[in-house]
């Protein structure tokens, strides 16, 4: 990326995250409460939230202890508001956040300064990597959902980058999207869905039964949800988080991480479609959280048995002798 291009991407998570927290969103698993703020993202509630990114994380952690044992320090690349960074200081390590937006970083430190249990350290820096060679070497680069923001071109500069930071035993984890994870299949169900719940009050939209009057108008509906569920937005937001999100993906990723590094595996994402599916349900007490249950056991059980894919693949890979 040019300079210009890291500025647009700062300014643009500086503006999300600044609105999310004049909305009093914590960004902790352990602290977060229900925030009107969110409409239909896992966000609004912190039972969506473990369901649609604790799974995650877990499953980056136990693939972390299993390939990287003696791991101690660890940087966050692209930290953002912290979620992440602060549960990996949770379990011990001592870790690094960095990110190029202001906001995010100052909204981390603010997490990070009323959170609780934290067994290892956590320090934060905003910025470019390469504007903070005093930040040494690190056992292992923590990456989730940013590297989808360059190109596969541009990756030959920034890896480079990582690789320097990084101990002679290191490695790096990290999870991004894949190409095209659904068809008009898999949005056939979630139409169903949308619209059974819409039907009975438990759906975010109460007018989505007209989408169900005619066979033409069913059809342009499963496209707007395949449309939504690729670009992780629907037609009333804006696509994309930033001005550069969905540069790439997984497969345009995976032949410049193994340029870098030795692939030691490439693992599913434990979820697939309750990220675009838990944050629009509504009810009274806990029917939403048990509508949530019913989803997230349905996807688990469609993804472990092949009946749908994932959203997002994780690579785990060790730091390449051969750049020594």
């Known amino acids: 990326m040019e300079k210009s291009d890291y500025i647009d991407e700062a300014q643009a998570f500086d503006e999300k995250n600044k609105a999310r927290r004049e909305a009093k969103f914590i960004p902790d698993f352990a602290l977060a409460q229900h925030c009107e703020y969110f409409y239909q993202s896992p966000y609004r509630d912190s039972y969506f939230m473990k369901i649609a990114y ?12 299993r390939h990287f044992p003696e791991c101690r320090t660890i940087l966050d690349f692209g930290c953002g508001h912290g979620l992440y960074t602060l549960e990996l200081a949770r379990q011990g390590y001592a870790v690094t956040g960095i990110d190029i937006s202001a906001e ?11 959170a609780e249990a934290i067994a290892g350290s956590l320090d934060y820096y905003a910025g470019l990597l ?23 071109e541009e990756l030959n500069s920034l890896l480079p980058l990582l690789v320097s930071r990084l101990s002679p035993r290191g490695g790096v984890i990290c999870s991004e ?27 975010y939209q109460d007018d989505l039964y007209d989408n169900f ?11 707007e949800l395949l449309c939504e569920h690729i670009n992780h937005a629907d037609k009333t937001e804006i696509a994309g988080q930033s001005p550069h999100d969905n540069s790439s993906n997984f497969e345009d990723l995976l032949p410049e991480l193994n340029t870098w590094f030795s692939c030691l595996q490439i693992e599913e994402c434990p979820n697939s479609l309750v990220v675009r599916n838990l944050g629009g349900l509504r009810g009274e007490g806990e029917v939403p959280q048990q509508l949530a249950d019913v989803i997230s056991m349905v996807d688990k059980y469609c993804l472990q048995n092949n009946l749908i894919k994932d959203c997002a693949k994780i690579y785990v890979g060790e730091r390449s002798g051969k750049y020594e």
């Open 130 to 152: 390469d504007e903070y060679s005093e930040l040494g070497e690190f056992d292992l680069i923590f990456i989730r959902g940013v590297l989808h923001h360059f190109s596969a």
């Open 177 to 203: 999207p894949v190409k095209i994870p659904y068809t008009e299949r898999e949005m056939c169900l979630i139409g169903l869905l949308r619209g059974l719940l819409s039907v009975t009050g438990n759906w």
């Open 104 to 114: 995010s970083v100052a909204y981390a430190q603010e997490t990070r300064d009323r």
């Open 213 to 223: 009057r005619s066979e033409p108008a069913f059809a342009d509906y499963i496209q």
């Open 54 to 65: 604790y799974t995650q994380f877990q499953t980056m952690l136990e693939l972390i202890k």
